[in-house]
């Protein structure tokens, strides 16, 4: 099956400071989504993102699906940004969604 | 803005009862999913439904869980015999086509096991 694979596996910031976030994946896809789940466990959808880039507000992300991965930039990071980022893909054939091992980021005042 | 509910937020239980999750999905939306997290891990799928019958399942889903979608609103998941191994978030979804499009996740429902 589809393999996804993100890096770095954690991550430490300065409060202000700017990250790239990278999620690879193994075969074609038609749907790609990050997420960020908050201390409490929900899961917050921050992109749906199969191909191109997109942004909301400090954050962006760009998928380049010809070459199998997408990134996700986080600018001016905020101690409120820390928890983990999940990339997911749907696996081609099929809609179920495969998550990542995310990143665990920590964001420090 | 419409959402994907689950119910209820935390639930704990004992070893060897039955457990049933509910969520009740976006209301055009198709198709319905469960997924599971155990703390510290990866999310993963347990099973797709769509057309009142399961589209797709994993091989976690297995005897001891089952999927009903019982009226025009709800969709369950239960647990017919909860193991310590079963403690996990479980994570709800929906989307509103077949292939590709943006699932939306419910806040997910604790469920510990003692």
């Known amino acids: 099956g589809i393999q996804v694979e993100q890096s770095p596996p954690d991550l430490i910031l300065q409060e202000g400071a700017n990250s790239t976030l990278r999620c690879n994946f193994s075969?074609?896809?038609?749907?790609l989504q990050w997420f960020h789940q908050n201390p409490w466990g929900q899961l917050i959808n921050l992109f749906y993102?199969?191909?191109g880039t997109k942004q909301n507000g400090r954050l962006s992300a760009t998928t380049v699906a010809t070459e199998r991965y997408s990134l996700l930039y986080i600018s001016s990071s905020q101690t409120t940004d820390s928890g983990v980022y999940f990339c997911?893909?749907?696996?081609?054939?099929?809609?179920?969604?495969?998550f990542g091992t995310g990143t665990l980021l920590a964001v420090q005042p | 803005e419409p959402e994907v509910t689950q119910t209820p937020s935390h639930q704990v239980t004992q070893m060897g009862q039955e457990v049933i999750l509910r969520c009740v999905p976006i209301?055009?939306?198709?198709?319905f999913y469960w997924y599971r997290q155990i703390l510290g891990q990866k999310v993963e799928f347990l099973v797709s439904?769509?057309?009142?019958?399961?589209?797709?399942k994993s091989e976690i889903f297995d005897d001891q869980f089952s999927v009903e979608r019982p009226d025009g609103s709800n969709f369950t998941l239960k647990i017919r015999s909860t193991k310590l191994e079963d403690s996990a978030m479980y994570f709800c979804?929906?989307?509103?086509?077949?292939?590709?499009?943006?699932?939306?996740f419910g806040p997910g429902t604790r469920l510990t096991v003692t």
């Open positions: 075969d074609s896809v038609n749907n």
């Open positions: 209301s055009n939306h198709l198709y």
């Open positions: 993102i199969p191909s």
């Open positions: 997911a893909v749907d696996g081609g054939a099929t809609n179920k969604l495969i």
């Open positions: 979804a929906s989307n509103d086509d077949r292939m590709g499009y943006e699932q939306y």
């Open positions: 439904f769509y057309n009142n019958e399961i589209s797709e």
